[in-house]
């Protein structure tokens, strides 16, 4: 995922670079799909999720809140939130791939964090690379995905109680993993501690899904403090 | 449904609206934090509590393997089975 400077080189790279992080992320389908049918939604409300979705820390947002007793209102202002960074990778490929019509919805849906990676990754090697490297990423975590997801599901719904096979614990365990390397600089620690700090001191006193969706105002006043410096994307 | 519908909305809207109007510092500043405080966020909720009642119990163990795990720069997949396990574990125990 992370570039390593390659020498210019034939397809076959792209190919392999987009192929092993398809299969890599996707894999982690599986975690999602448990996690799923952990937090009390059906199969195939856990495949459509994945389906049409199609973005890992939303996907988990909407089961972790839902979850946990919040509102369908509050799971998606959750999860929209977190998916907004999607719309920015938008941002940054639509010049590369100049696409219109049926061709540019799908390579929306396809626009993950991977495929932006991956495509972004390929630059030395010219657009053409970095257009393969896109699609080739974006599909491919897609089918892998949507495959491993179900297995997750279908898995965890042999297993019965959640509690029992510690799939309780997988979800905070997937988040942590999620947000971990996004926490680089001191201030980026400070902020995840001073949300998980906030969140729980609002549990008592608020309904279930408010106290997730509320630490997004610290992001805000801590971001419009911030002078110049931007943080990593 | 809805969480699609936006977050497809959102996909489709970057592919589509001109560059500049998101480039501001402190959009982007404030964009880098809101997965950092959501994802945090539900890491508290999701362990620490049960409906609207505070609580530690073994969840909380399974965490703090999991940020054990990923200290020792374990990958994800390890990192959520030993969270799984070490919590399962404490959970037939008491």
């Known amino acids: 995922m ?8 034939y397809r076959g790279q792209t190919f392999r670079d987009s192929l092993s992080v398809s299969l890599t992320v996707g894999s982690y389908g599986a ?34 809140v839902i979850g946990a007793g919040g509102s369908a209102i509050s799971a998606i202002a959750t999860a929209t939130l977190l998916g907004f960074r999607n719309g920015l990778y938008g941002l940054r490929m639509a010049p590369l791939l100049k696409v219109r019509g049926l061709s540019r919805v799908l390579a929306a849906h396809v626009t993950i ?22 699609w080739l990423t974006g599909i491919g975590v897609f089918i892998f995905w949507n495959l491993f997801t ?11 109680n959640p509690a029992a096979w510690g799939l309780d614990a997988a979800v905070p365990a997937a988040f942590l993993g999620l947000v971990w390397p996004r926490l680089v600089t001191n201030t980026d620690r400070f902020i995840s501690l001073a949300a998980v700090a906030l969140a729980l001191v609002l549990i008592p006193i608020s309904p279930a899904g408010l106290p997730v969706i509320a630490t997004a105002g610290l992001a805000v006043v801590i971001g419009l403090r911030k002078k110049d410096s931007i943080p990593h994307e | 449904m809805g969480t699609s ?25 404030i964009n880098g934090y809101i997965p950092i405080v959501l994802l945090s966020a539900l890491i508290g ?12 119990d073994h969840r909380a163990l399974g965490l703090g393997v999991a940020l ?8 994800f997949p390890i990192v959520v ?14």
Do not use: C, W
């Open chain 2, 45 to 56: 909720v999701q362990t620490f509590s049960e409906k609207t009642k505070l609580m530690i």
């Open chain 2, 81 to 94: 089975i030993s969270a799984a396990a070490s919590s399962a574990l404490l959970y037939h125990f008491t």
């Open chain 1, 31 to 64: 975690a999602f799909g448990a996690a799923s049918i952990a937090a009390g939604f059906s199969v195939v409300q856990t495949s459509l999720l994945s389906l049409l979705t199609f973005s890992g820390a939303s996907q988990f947002a909407v089961i972790g």
């Open chain 1, 2 to 9: 992370s570039a390593t400077p390659r020498p210019p080189s």
């Open chain 1, 150 to 160: 179900l297995a997750g599901a279908f898995g965890a719904q042999a297993m019965g």
């Open chain 1, 113 to 134: 964090d991977e495929s932006t990676g991956v495509a972004l990754s390929q630059e030395s090697r010219g657009e053409e690379a970095m257009r393969s490297g896109f």
């Open chain 2, 68 to 75: 054990l795990a990923l200290m020792l720069r374990a990958p």
């Open chain 2, 5 to 29: 519908a936006a977050v497809f909305a959102l996909k489709y809207l970057g592919q589509s609206i001109p560059e500049n109007y998101l480039s501001h510092p402190k959009f982007k500043s």
